[in-house]
């Protein structure tokens, strides 16, 4: 009756080859009784201890492998005590255990249909059966071997060999004592027998700050929200309806503590989120904070699409931030990254010894810009992984919106590729359906499952139905970057005004397409690096002239439709461009031409959310009327914004070049007293002062398309909003 294992079972437990560990590990019943088998390497005496039972277990491999008959009658739970010398360590074996994951799982994961992924996979501090540790779980089908190996087991391989998950590809164990804090990787042996690098957890929820990349197990204390009343207000949120104006961060740079240190969550949250909610913007847009190992890369290369960045602190910390922006009043939207991912050996490549989520074909699954890998969309495991990434800043962090970066990259196969360095369709078409197929199920999901969280999609090209809803064919995002209206603008912004009359059509081309989606626009941090400069720097002309295009500019941005976005450092007149490695240069607010253009954008803030004829009807046509588009000699523009009908009006009038036009006639909806709500040229912000004594009078004299006229004067470069107030001419 012989119940021992095979020398080569044990040879392979020992070499860390053995094809199903649970199979040989643990406690087993035979025709001898119940045996034990163990594996614990630097012992040279192991026992198991149950209650009422102590049975000795006999080391028939020198390297720590030990079996024995117990007099166990039934199966249940034990204990190992092992020594050597005069150490002695117990410990509750990790093969005693049985799966924590079942058949659904399975199912779920290999239909690409598992929404809460990031709760089977990844690593899981709990209870199992009885026994507090951690659950690791893995997605690695073609690997021959995976183990968990960390602090807790001397980055041993053969200590912590998982269970292979046939139905899905699937690696667990459930390893007893190991909490929060603790640091951990997977090693994994490949579909040919090779020794990969060690791997970081695709669903790590913590890891170690760069250049250390372990992955992190996380707690699973619960966090106690206080954006209770911020949640149902956005239940019923109707984004295209409201204001929203977007403050732009990249949190390192932002501001730095002492030794340019980063700051923590914690001190971002008391600094950064109060700042942002004086100056009236309604989100904080945060450039991608998932883990990532270059700076430089902005953390547009993120390794951990489920983790903070540890360069501020944990997960926390940075829920605490968010619950405080909220408290503020603010809605904060992440940049989250599903177009590429970069090729360190730690991180999603190759990932279990050949392409996994990346595509299997080069020329699809690879992007020669930016020497980085691309998703294998139409494999719904990774379609699954993706979207479970989305859906998890959602759920455990209460983000309101994702920004999605480089959409224009995903939706085209010859994206930034020369003829034969794409492989087209079969019918030759260049689109690449895979990946607008994830999309549409992306927002479809993020839209149904989370109401009034808002989808951004940086799309730099003319893809038609960028934000038409899925179910009518488009991709189904909120709103798209509306980046042709941006490069318009800022070639005009950066010309002499002399020129301006020869590129009227700059600033009026972008109503040509208003309305054809929802746009927001964006002044991002693309626009103020790699050589473009900052905006005030951008502009030609002495320091006033500067400062006053820029706040006509701004007012021109604010009065326009679509949502807004402003990059950090933009709202004071930040003089150099954007560097990410050191923080703004808040002194220069000790100048009194960078305090007014704050207090500007301040007032433009305060003025929008005020008004809605300024924001209610940015998506539709009937909500903007040009009054003045052909002016170019004088490069003046003027418009009427109109609310949920007619009767609620603001008219923006800019005046681009530095002449001062009094008696400008202009024509407006109706007569009567028009206040001045603001006027860039305003003392207070840095200008000459000139304007109309705060109100105009419209006399009943058609002119133009318009039923009544005023003569306005006109500051140089300005611009000014005025709000019908009343029927009344005094």
């Known amino acids: ?32 009784g119940y045996v034990i088998r163990a594996f614990v390497p630097g012992a040279t ?59 659904t799982d399975d199912h779920l994961l290999v239909e690409g249909a598992h929404q809460k992924l990031y709760d089977k996979l990844g690593a899981h501090v709990l209870t199992h059966e009885g026994v507090e540790g951690t659950h690791f779980a893995v997605w690695a089908p073609n690997a021959r071997r995976v183990s968990v190996v960390g602090d807790f087991n001397q980055w041993d391989g053969r200590r912590a060999q998982m269970r292979k998950r046939i139905d899905s590809g699937v690696w667990e164990i459930f390893v007893p004592g190991v909490g929060a804090g603790a640091n951990y990787k997977y090693e994994i042996i490949g579909r040919h027998g090779e020794l990969l690098p060690l791997k970081a957890d695709p669903l790590g929820f913590e890891a170690e700050l760069r250049p250390s990349t372990a992955s992190v197990v996380a707690s699973s204390a619960s966090y106690h929200w206080g954006d209770e009343s911020h949640m149902r207000a956005r239940a019923n949120f109707d984004p295209r309806r409201s204001p929203i104006s977007i403050y732009e961060v990249h949190l390192p740079s932002w501001r730095c503590g002492e030794d340019g240190r980063f700051l923590t969550y914690d001190e971002l949250a008391d600094q950064l989120v109060p700042y942002v909610a004086d100056l009236g913007f309604t989100h904080i847009e945060l450039m991608p904070i998932n883990e990532h190992p270059l700076d430089a890369s902005w953390g547009y290369q993120p390794i951990g699409l489920f983790a903070p960045t540890r360069r501020h602190g944990d997960s926390y910390g940075f829920r605490r931030f968010v619950d405080r922006a909220h408290q503020a009043g603010l809605s904060v939207i992440l940049d989250w990254v599903p177009a590429h991912f970069p090729t360190d050996e730690h991180g999603l490549a190759q990932f279990d010894g050949g392409p996994l989520y990346e595509h299997s074909d080069p020329k699809r699954g690879f992007h020669p810009d930016w020497n980085t890998a691309i998703y294998d969309y139409g494999r719904r495991e990774v379609a699954n992984f993706l979207i479970a990434s989305a859906l998890y800043w959602l759920d455990r962090f209460h983000i309101d919106g994702l920004r999605v970066d480089a959409v224009a990259s995903m939706l085209y196969l010859d994206y930034s590729r020369k003829p034969g360095e794409w492989s087209p369709n079969p019918d030759g078409s260049n689109d690449n359906r895979d990946a607008v197929a994830f999309l549409q199920r992306f927002n479809a999901l993020v839209y149904a499952l989370y109401p009034g969280v808002v989808t951004i999609a940086e799309e730099s090209t003319a893809w038609a139905g960028v934000t038409r809803p899925t179910y009518a064919g488009g991709l189904g995002f909120g709103f798209k ?94 003089t150099g461009e954007w560097n990410f490695a050191s923080g703004l240069d808040w002194r220069l607010l000790d100048f009194p031409p960078h305090r007014g253009l704050q207090a500007f954008i301040r007032d433009l803030n305060r003025i929008y959310r005020d008004h809605e004829a300024l924001y209610a009807r940015d998506c539709e046509a009937e909500g903007f009327q040009w009054i003045v588009a052909d002016d170019a000699e004088s490069s003046v523009f003027a418009f009427a914004r109109f609310g949920a009908d007619r009767s609620h009006a603001i008219v923006v009038v800019t005046n681009f070049t530095p002449v001062m036009r009094d008696a400008y006639k202009l024509g407006l909806p109706r007569a009567g007293r028009w206040r001045e709500l603001v006027n860039s040229d305003a003392a207070v912000y840095g200008g000459s002062g000139l304007g109309n004594l705060g109100a105009i009078h419209a006399r009943a004299e058609a002119f133009r398309d318009f039923p009544a006229s005023a003569d306005i004067l006109l500051p140089p470069l300005s611009t000014l909003f005025f709000a019908f107030e009343s029927d009344e001419l005094k």
Do not use: C
């Not at 070639?491 to 109503?511: A, C, I, M, Q």
């Open 45 to 103: 005496r192991v026992e198991a201890i149950a209650p009422a039972m102590i049975a000795p277990l006999e080391r028939v491999h020198a390297d720590g492998f030990f079996e024995g008959v117990t007099p166990l009658k039934a199966r249940a739970p034990y204990r190992l005590v092992a020594s050597h010398d005069a150490a002695r360590w117990e410990f509750a074996d990790p093969y005693a255990f049985s799966p924590v994951l079942g058949p």
């Open 1 to 32: 009756m012989d119940w021992r294992a095979s020398a080569d079972d044990i040879a392979a437990i020992v070499g860390a080859r053995h094809g199903d560990p649970f199979a040989l590990l643990g406690l087993h019943e035979t025709p001898a």
């Open 481 to 574: 970057w509306n980046m042709g209206w941006m490069n318009d603008t800022l070639r005009y912004l950066s010309s002499d005004p002399v020129h301006r009359k020869w590129r009227h059509n700059e600033l009026t081309f972008g109503l040509l397409y208003a309305f054809t989606e929802n746009f927001v626009l964006p002044i991002s941090h693309d626009e103020v690096v790699h050589g473009k400069g900052a905006i005030v720097g951008k502009i030609a002309g002495d320091e006033w002239r500067r400062f006053a295009t820029a706040r006509a500019y701004y007012g021109f941005m604010w009065g326009h439709p679509g949502k807004k976005l402003l990059f950090m450092g933009q709202e004071f007149g930040q």
